[in-house]
Protein backbone atom coordinates (compact mmCIF):
# COMPACT_ATOMS: atom_id res chain seq x y z
CA UNK A 1 0.00 0.00 0.00
CA UNK A 2 1.37 3.48 -0.84
CA UNK A 3 0.97 5.86 1.75
CA UNK A 4 0.76 9.73 -0.01
CA UNK A 5 3.13 12.55 1.49
CA UNK A 6 0.69 14.96 3.27
CA UNK A 7 1.70 18.61 2.89
CA UNK A 8 1.47 21.65 5.28
CA UNK A 9 1.92 25.05 3.64
CA UNK A 10 2.46 28.73 5.43
CA UNK A 11 2.09 31.88 4.09
CA UNK A 12 3.57 35.63 6.61
CA UNK A 13 3.77 38.70 5.26
CA UNK A 14 4.72 40.79 7.88
CA UNK A 15 5.89 44.51 7.76
CA UNK A 16 9.48 43.39 5.74
CA UNK A 17 9.26 40.36 4.47
CA UNK A 18 7.43 37.81 2.17
CA UNK A 19 7.64 34.28 3.59
CA UNK A 20 5.96 30.93 2.21
CA UNK A 21 6.92 27.48 3.69
CA UNK A 22 5.91 24.00 3.10
CA UNK A 23 6.38 21.35 5.75
CA UNK A 24 5.47 17.72 5.15
CA UNK A 25 3.48 15.10 8.04
CA UNK A 26 7.12 14.55 10.34
CA UNK A 27 7.60 18.36 10.31
CA UNK A 28 10.55 17.72 7.70
CA UNK A 29 11.08 21.23 6.36
CA UNK A 30 10.06 20.56 2.32
CA UNK A 31 10.46 23.97 0.77
CA UNK A 32 10.95 27.85 2.20
CA UNK A 33 11.59 30.77 0.25
CA UNK A 34 10.80 34.28 0.84
CA UNK A 35 12.01 37.72 -0.08
CA UNK A 36 13.05 41.21 1.73
CA UNK A 37 10.81 43.93 0.62
CA UNK A 38 12.69 47.20 -0.37
CA UNK A 39 13.33 49.80 1.16
CA UNK A 40 15.10 52.92 -0.43
CA UNK A 41 19.03 53.55 0.79
CA UNK A 42 18.61 56.31 4.01
CA UNK A 43 14.93 55.31 4.71
CA UNK A 44 14.00 53.92 7.89
CA UNK A 45 11.07 51.67 7.60
CA UNK A 46 8.00 51.27 5.08
CA UNK A 47 4.55 53.03 5.39
CA UNK A 48 2.12 49.47 5.65
CA UNK A 49 0.37 50.51 2.29
CA UNK A 50 3.70 50.63 0.55
CA UNK A 51 4.69 46.97 2.32
CA UNK A 52 1.65 46.00 1.50
CA UNK A 53 1.78 46.54 -2.58
CA UNK A 54 5.26 44.62 -2.48
CA UNK A 55 3.89 41.50 -1.42
CA UNK A 56 1.32 41.91 -3.79
CA UNK A 57 3.32 42.01 -6.48
CA UNK A 58 6.34 39.48 -4.89
CA UNK A 59 4.24 37.06 -3.26
CA UNK A 60 3.13 35.17 -6.52
CA UNK A 61 7.01 34.47 -7.38
CA UNK A 62 7.50 32.32 -4.34
CA UNK A 63 5.20 29.91 -5.38
CA UNK A 64 6.66 29.53 -9.04
CA UNK A 65 8.93 26.76 -8.08
CA UNK A 66 7.00 24.88 -5.45
CA UNK A 67 5.43 22.24 -7.89
CA UNK A 68 9.03 20.99 -8.44
CA UNK A 69 9.13 19.93 -4.55
CA UNK A 70 5.36 18.71 -4.26
CA UNK A 71 2.13 17.38 -5.80
CA UNK A 72 0.10 20.57 -4.69
CA UNK A 73 -2.92 17.75 -4.72
CA UNK A 74 -1.78 17.02 -1.58
CA UNK A 75 -1.67 20.24 0.30
CA UNK A 76 -3.81 19.33 3.78
CA UNK A 77 -4.31 22.64 4.92
CA UNK A 78 -2.69 25.92 4.11
CA UNK A 79 -2.32 28.54 7.85
CA UNK A 80 -1.67 32.22 7.18
CA UNK A 81 -0.25 34.56 9.63
CA UNK A 82 -3.52 36.80 9.80
CA UNK A 83 -1.95 39.47 12.80
CA UNK A 84 0.83 40.19 14.94
CA UNK A 85 -0.16 39.14 18.08
CA UNK A 86 -3.02 36.16 19.19
CA UNK A 87 -5.46 39.08 21.06
CA UNK A 88 -8.41 40.66 20.28
CA UNK A 89 -7.94 43.73 18.35
CA UNK A 90 -4.10 42.74 16.82
CA UNK A 91 -4.14 43.77 13.65
CA UNK A 92 -1.71 45.21 11.08
CA UNK A 93 -3.06 45.53 6.79
CA UNK A 94 0.32 44.12 5.67
CA UNK A 95 -0.86 40.53 6.43
CA UNK A 96 -4.07 40.47 4.76
CA UNK A 97 -2.40 39.89 1.91
CA UNK A 98 -1.49 36.19 2.94
CA UNK A 99 -4.50 36.30 4.22
CA UNK A 100 -6.34 36.79 0.77
CA UNK A 101 -3.90 34.48 -1.03
CA UNK A 102 -3.92 31.56 1.67
CA UNK A 103 -7.91 31.73 1.98
CA UNK A 104 -7.81 31.76 -2.41
CA UNK A 105 -5.12 28.57 -2.12
CA UNK A 106 -7.73 26.23 -0.15
CA UNK A 107 -10.39 27.28 -1.88
CA UNK A 108 -8.52 26.09 -5.18
CA UNK A 109 -6.98 22.96 -3.89
CA UNK A 110 -10.20 22.15 -1.69
CA UNK A 111 -8.47 21.70 1.75
CA UNK A 112 -8.79 23.59 5.21
CA UNK A 113 -7.68 27.66 6.10
CA UNK A 114 -6.72 28.93 8.77
CA UNK A 115 -4.85 31.34 10.67
CA UNK A 116 -2.45 32.13 13.23
CA UNK A 117 -0.23 35.03 14.47
CA UNK A 118 3.06 36.64 13.38
CA UNK A 119 4.35 35.79 16.71
CA UNK A 120 3.08 32.25 17.35
CA UNK A 121 4.81 31.63 14.35
CA UNK A 122 8.53 32.69 15.50
CA UNK A 123 7.61 31.04 18.70
CA UNK A 124 6.79 27.44 16.79
CA UNK A 125 9.48 27.91 14.35
CA UNK A 126 11.79 28.52 17.21
CA UNK A 127 10.80 25.83 19.31
CA UNK A 128 11.39 23.66 16.49
CA UNK A 129 14.78 24.19 15.21
CA UNK A 130 16.24 23.94 18.28
CA UNK A 131 15.00 20.36 18.74
CA UNK A 132 13.32 19.77 21.14
CA UNK A 133 9.95 20.96 23.12
CA UNK A 134 9.90 23.37 25.52
CA UNK A 135 8.11 22.96 29.17
CA UNK A 136 3.94 23.94 29.03
CA UNK A 137 4.78 27.01 30.29
CA UNK A 138 8.21 29.40 29.31
CA UNK A 139 9.25 32.42 28.79
CA UNK A 140 9.64 33.86 25.43
CA UNK A 141 11.33 37.19 24.17
CA UNK A 142 10.33 38.58 21.19
CA UNK A 143 13.13 41.08 19.68
CA UNK A 144 12.67 42.32 16.91
CA UNK A 145 12.25 45.44 14.43
CA UNK A 146 8.91 46.50 15.73
CA UNK A 147 8.80 44.86 18.89
CA UNK A 148 10.99 43.72 21.62
CA UNK A 149 8.30 42.01 24.82
CA UNK A 150 9.08 39.49 27.46
CA UNK A 151 6.40 36.96 27.44
CA UNK A 152 4.78 34.49 29.07
CA UNK A 153 4.05 31.31 26.79
CA UNK A 154 1.73 28.47 27.47
CA UNK A 155 0.87 25.74 25.33
CA UNK A 156 -2.98 25.25 23.65
CA UNK A 157 -2.15 22.23 21.87
CA UNK A 158 -3.40 22.60 17.99
CA UNK A 159 -4.46 25.90 18.86
CA UNK A 160 -0.91 27.66 19.05
CA UNK A 161 -0.12 29.63 22.19
CA UNK A 162 -1.36 31.68 25.08
CA UNK A 163 0.49 34.54 25.18
CA UNK A 164 1.04 37.28 28.23
CA UNK A 165 3.03 40.19 27.78
CA UNK A 166 5.51 40.33 30.99
CA UNK A 167 7.73 43.47 30.15
CA UNK A 168 9.57 44.51 27.27
CA UNK A 169 10.24 48.27 26.17
CA UNK A 170 8.07 51.40 26.63
CA UNK A 171 9.76 52.78 24.03
CA UNK A 172 10.94 51.84 21.13
CA UNK A 173 12.21 48.54 20.26
CA UNK A 174 15.43 46.85 20.21
CA UNK A 175 15.66 46.73 16.56
CA UNK A 176 14.56 50.29 15.96
CA UNK A 177 18.08 51.30 18.09
CA UNK A 178 19.73 48.87 16.03
CA UNK A 179 18.08 50.39 12.75
CA UNK A 180 17.93 54.04 13.18
CA UNK A 181 21.64 53.96 14.36
CA UNK A 182 22.72 52.03 11.58
CA UNK A 183 20.87 54.08 9.03
CA UNK A 184 22.50 56.96 10.55
CA UNK A 185 26.28 55.26 10.33
CA UNK A 186 25.40 55.42 6.66
CA UNK A 187 23.70 51.28 6.62
CA UNK A 188 20.98 49.69 4.28
CA UNK A 189 18.24 49.16 6.42
CA UNK A 190 17.38 46.60 7.75
CA UNK A 191 20.92 47.04 9.32
CA UNK A 192 21.16 44.81 11.95
CA UNK A 193 23.69 42.10 10.56
CA UNK A 194 25.94 44.99 9.43
CA UNK A 195 25.96 46.58 12.95
CA UNK A 196 25.91 43.42 14.67
CA UNK A 197 29.14 42.27 12.37
CA UNK A 198 30.62 45.45 13.18
CA UNK A 199 30.09 44.93 16.81
CA UNK A 200 31.87 41.59 16.91
CA UNK A 201 34.88 43.31 15.03
CA UNK A 202 35.15 46.15 16.94
CA UNK A 203 38.28 46.06 19.55
CA UNK A 204 37.04 46.79 23.48
CA UNK A 205 36.56 49.91 24.44
CA UNK A 206 35.45 52.31 27.44
CA UNK A 207 32.64 54.24 25.34
CA UNK A 208 29.30 52.60 26.76
CA UNK A 209 25.45 53.89 26.55
CA UNK A 210 23.34 54.36 29.18
CA UNK A 211 21.09 50.93 30.61
CA UNK A 212 17.85 52.01 31.78
CA UNK A 213 15.52 49.05 33.39
CA UNK A 214 13.30 48.75 35.83
CA UNK A 215 11.92 45.60 36.90
CA UNK A 216 10.85 43.88 33.39
CA UNK A 217 10.59 47.09 31.38
CA UNK A 218 13.23 48.49 29.22
CA UNK A 219 14.10 52.03 27.60
CA UNK A 220 16.17 52.39 24.55
CA UNK A 221 14.96 56.43 23.36
CA UNK A 222 18.26 57.81 26.07
CA UNK A 223 20.59 55.28 24.39
CA UNK A 224 19.65 55.70 20.87
CA UNK A 225 20.04 59.78 21.14
CA UNK A 226 23.16 59.30 23.32
CA UNK A 227 24.62 57.07 20.40
CA UNK A 228 23.69 59.61 17.74
CA UNK A 229 24.91 62.34 19.46
CA UNK A 230 28.67 60.11 19.46
CA UNK A 231 27.83 60.12 15.69
CA UNK A 232 27.81 63.52 14.94
CA UNK A 233 30.82 63.82 16.78
CA UNK A 234 32.46 61.60 14.79
CA UNK A 235 33.07 58.79 16.95
CA UNK A 236 34.46 56.02 15.85
CA UNK A 237 31.21 53.62 14.23
CA UNK A 238 32.71 49.94 15.48
CA UNK A 239 32.65 52.00 19.10
CA UNK A 240 29.00 52.61 18.85
CA UNK A 241 27.86 49.36 17.26
CA UNK A 242 29.60 47.91 19.72
CA UNK A 243 27.70 50.11 22.59
CA UNK A 244 24.23 49.49 20.89
CA UNK A 245 24.49 46.00 21.12
CA UNK A 246 25.93 46.04 24.61
CA UNK A 247 23.55 48.13 25.90
CA UNK A 248 20.60 45.69 24.60
CA UNK A 249 22.44 42.62 25.58
CA UNK A 250 22.80 43.64 29.58
CA UNK A 251 19.50 45.71 29.00
CA UNK A 252 17.50 42.29 28.09
CA UNK A 253 19.76 40.18 30.84
CA UNK A 254 18.60 42.73 33.66
CA UNK A 255 14.71 42.33 32.36
CA UNK A 256 14.69 39.00 31.48
CA UNK A 257 16.46 37.68 34.91
CA UNK A 258 13.51 39.57 36.77
CA UNK A 259 11.41 38.37 34.92
CA UNK A 260 12.34 34.50 35.67
CA UNK A 261 12.94 35.53 39.18
CA UNK A 262 9.08 36.72 39.55
CA UNK A 263 7.27 34.04 37.45
CA UNK A 264 9.99 30.81 38.75
CA UNK A 265 10.03 29.80 35.04
CA UNK A 266 13.24 28.73 34.06
CA UNK A 267 13.29 28.16 29.92
CA UNK A 268 13.81 31.19 27.53
CA UNK A 269 13.25 30.94 24.08
CA UNK A 270 15.00 34.39 21.98
CA UNK A 271 13.17 34.62 19.19
CA UNK A 272 13.04 37.55 16.30
CA UNK A 273 15.22 39.11 13.87
CA UNK A 274 17.49 40.80 17.01
CA UNK A 275 17.98 37.41 18.24
CA UNK A 276 20.05 36.28 15.27
CA UNK A 277 22.64 38.88 16.65
CA UNK A 278 25.91 36.84 17.05
CA UNK A 279 27.13 39.73 20.18
CA UNK A 280 23.40 39.20 21.78
CA UNK A 281 24.03 35.02 21.55
CA UNK A 282 27.13 35.04 22.80
CA UNK A 283 26.25 37.73 26.14
CA UNK A 284 22.82 36.16 26.91
CA UNK A 285 23.93 32.56 27.06
CA UNK A 286 27.29 33.56 29.26
CA UNK A 287 25.25 35.77 31.50
CA UNK A 288 21.69 34.08 31.79
CA UNK A 289 22.99 30.41 32.33
CA UNK A 290 25.11 32.13 34.79
CA UNK A 291 21.72 33.12 36.69
CA UNK A 292 20.63 28.63 36.48
CA UNK A 293 18.32 30.25 33.58
CA UNK A 294 17.67 28.08 30.60
CA UNK A 295 18.36 29.77 27.32
CA UNK A 296 17.37 29.05 23.89
CA UNK A 297 18.47 30.25 20.55
CA UNK A 298 16.61 28.88 17.35
CA UNK A 299 18.61 29.07 14.16
CA UNK A 300 19.84 32.25 13.40
CA UNK A 301 18.01 31.86 9.97
CA UNK A 302 14.50 31.00 11.37
CA UNK A 303 14.82 33.83 13.67
CA UNK A 304 13.98 36.60 10.88
CA UNK A 305 10.77 36.59 9.31
CA UNK A 306 9.66 33.10 7.78
CA UNK A 307 6.54 31.08 7.54
CA UNK A 308 7.81 28.09 8.57
CA UNK A 309 6.13 28.09 11.79
CA UNK A 310 2.51 29.26 10.73
CA UNK A 311 3.15 26.07 8.16
CA UNK A 312 3.93 23.76 11.62
CA UNK A 313 0.97 25.27 13.57
CA UNK A 314 -1.17 24.21 10.69
CA UNK A 315 -0.10 20.68 10.77
CA UNK A 316 -0.36 20.70 14.96
CA UNK A 317 -3.50 21.75 14.29
CA UNK A 318 -4.88 19.11 12.41
CA UNK A 319 -3.14 16.24 15.10
Given at each position: ??I???YY?????????????????????????????E?????????????????????????E????????R??K?V?????PR??EG??????????????T????LN?P????????N?????????G??L????????????????????????R???????????D????Q?????????????????Y??????????N??????S???S?I?F?????????????????????K???????????K???H??????L?Q????G??A????L????N??????????????A????????G?????L?NN?
Amino acid sequence: MIIMKQYYLGIDTSNYTTSVAIIDEKEKLIYENRKLLEVKKGERGLRQSDALFQHVLTIPALFENISKYIDCRHIKKVSASSRPRPVEGSYMPVFSVGVSFGKTLAHVLNCPYVEFSHQENHIKAAEWSIGESLGERFIAVHTSGGTTEILGVEKKHGRGYHIQILGGTKDISAGQLIDRIGVKLGLNFPAGKYLDGMAEAAEENDFSLPVSVKGSHINFSGPETMAARSIEKHMDAGKVAKAVFQCISVSLEKAVAHTCAMTGLKQVLMIGGVASSTYLRKHLNKSLRKKNIQIYFGDAKYCTDHAIGTALLGLENNL
